[in-house]
């Protein structure tokens, strides 16, 4: 009997420890009902109004798939990177590379059939963000450079580089007659719009981003080269003693989420903006989805099936943000640092998890000591089996 | 450039700019040094910058701005501090959440006080140094900002190299399990370290808002955490060349504008982008092994300086956690 309650009480802390992210959610949204209302409105009128936007018709469902697609993508880039054990906070560069290469090649070849220039173009975005990637990757293994560090900086500099394009290589004829001068580049050719999946706004490239996360997963547990950047990550050291090559496998971690990410913007272009336009920084025409897709990432505990309900979430909540700016006023900057609070509560809820993990292995080494013939529940390791970083 | 008074207005705006770069530089080696990464600087100057400005503004006191912003810098220090040494997290991820929420923070609570003429620093030349030729109108004839920015870089790097205390702080960044033996609390030394550090990049926020870039808006400083954690780097976790990289960055910038005039033909985003260029440059020759190895070309007489001039090593425990309990 004893025993029996023991295990009532292993499950009891598994399933708590499991629904902490969701616990810990709840509270960043009760302590943002409390800053709601210090500001005058009503919080169950706003969280309706949040829900309503996010979730409350099929253009809001599709809305908010929508926005979730680049952060999966970016989020699927993030997954790879921390997984090799490099830290890739490059996403806004990156996305907005493969965004330039998507929306030139479209540029290029205006009169070219859709079915060709649209897969061409995923591809294109494809490797320039490769590109923005492997050059901090290459810095870091063969020159020992913080990508941390260097990734920022790739950022400002194609920002710059976007900045540089659309007011002159790609600018919209239009706009060049214009003497308002609006820094964009013409709209893409109808036919090169992502098809549609349903007749809402979600487009093939939510999809898309879905199959993406499936080979993620596939290509990190189930192939040797994911086998091998994952070793990279859990011990460089043990890697190289192993005969893995670390340096290569480090470039090639950040070189395909760079690559993820210059698939986020060709996605991007093609299936939501059809153009690109700047308004001086990267936010402007990111949303700062390069930022919002690593947080995502490091929600969904770095796992590639985990990080679509993440995005999803994240892609609801800035969703449902704007109806809820709308009906209860408050301003749309409130609504980002939802999602800060959200994160934060979400890390700081891991204490939570890592006390409940080591009572479960307590519980669990009391019940071995005392019938050692039946180990019927594997022993979780300290940290409950999840790493959140490497 | 021939007007030599023109020249030394450049520079003395150069260093001025500098000066909270500096003190935040000051403030994260301070940190790094005890072995803790506070990635949030971005975030952190960003959300002190604009609590120093209000707080400023509505009590008319830039005492009390200056304090809310070392406030401010501490509590988000203490968020990676706690989060990395007790919640055993990634530093790096909290660091970075942090960066993203006191953007957001910063524009949401600082947005009724965009653009809004507040009070400032003044100018405060040093009696009889300011009027040393070259050297006083560059340094000495200046805020208050800019000469605490001075002193810090001097007291840091006396306290790191010539204190009991320094001592300890370096040895719980290079060896903890050392240092531990010899009956420092790591961990304890680790969170008061991060919060000095952090007292300072707030203050390094509020630098800009009360003295350097006066006044807030949305955005105002992004990026400049982001340079001093390069910066960090590139001066080796040293304030002194921490302070010359400060410098220098503002060098390049100041010079950028320069260039633009004279060759107006060349796009603005080319020199915009030379800063970061730069910096990535920077950041290879000091880490690489390449360095090393061209040094190891060179006359023995000459490797040691070269070697002090262009490598540098971080703190052996930088970044790693240490269980003391």
Known sequence: MVRNSKRINILMSQTISALTPVLATLAALGVFAIILMTLGANPVEAYGALIEGAVGSGNAIADTLVKATPLLLIGLGTCIAFRGGVTNIGGEGQLIVGAIAATGLGLLFPEAPGYVVIPLAMV???FAGAVWGAIPGALKAYFNVNEILSTIMMNQIAVQGMNFLLRDLMIDPVQLEAASKIPQTARLAKEFDLPRLVPTRLHLGALLAVIVAILVYIFLWRTTIGYRIRAVGLNADAARYAGINVKRYMVLSLLLSGALGGLAGAVQVYGVTHRMFTDGSAAGFTGGAG????VAALFGQLHPLGTIPAAILFGALLVGANKLQRVVQVPSALVTALNGLVVVFVVSSEIWRRRQAKKRQLLEMEEAARAT?????PPEPIDGGKEVLR | MDNPDLLLKQLSSIVLNASPLIIAVCGETITERAGLINLSLDGTMLLSAMTGFIVGYQTGSLWLGFLAAALVGMLFALIVAFGSIRLKQSQ?????VLTLLGDDLSAFLGQNFTRMPGSFVMKAGIPLLKDIPILGPIFFNQDPVVYFALLLVIATWFFFFRTQPGLKLRGVGERPEAAFARGVKVNRL??????VGGALVGIAGAAYSLDVKVGWSEGHIRGMGWIALAIVIFGGWSPFRG??????????????????????????VAFNTI????????????ASELTEKFINLMPVSWRRPLRRLLRVSAPLALGTRFGED
């Open chain 2, 92 to 96: 790096v991820a909290i660091g970075f």
């Open chain 1, 291 to 294: 930022f919002n897709g690593i």
């Open chain 2, 190 to 195: 680790r969170y008061l370290y991060a919060l």
């Open chain 1, 373 to 377: 013939s039946e180990p019927d529940i």
């Open chain 2, 243 to 268: 302070a010359i990289g400060a410098l220098l960055f503002g060098a390049t910038k100041a010079l950028a504008t320069v260039l633009q005039r004279t060759f107006p033909q060349v796009s603005v």
């Open chain 2, 275 to 286: 800063p970061w260029i730069l910096m990535i440059a920077v950041l290879v020759v000091s």
């Open chain 1, 124 to 126: 294109a975005g494809f």
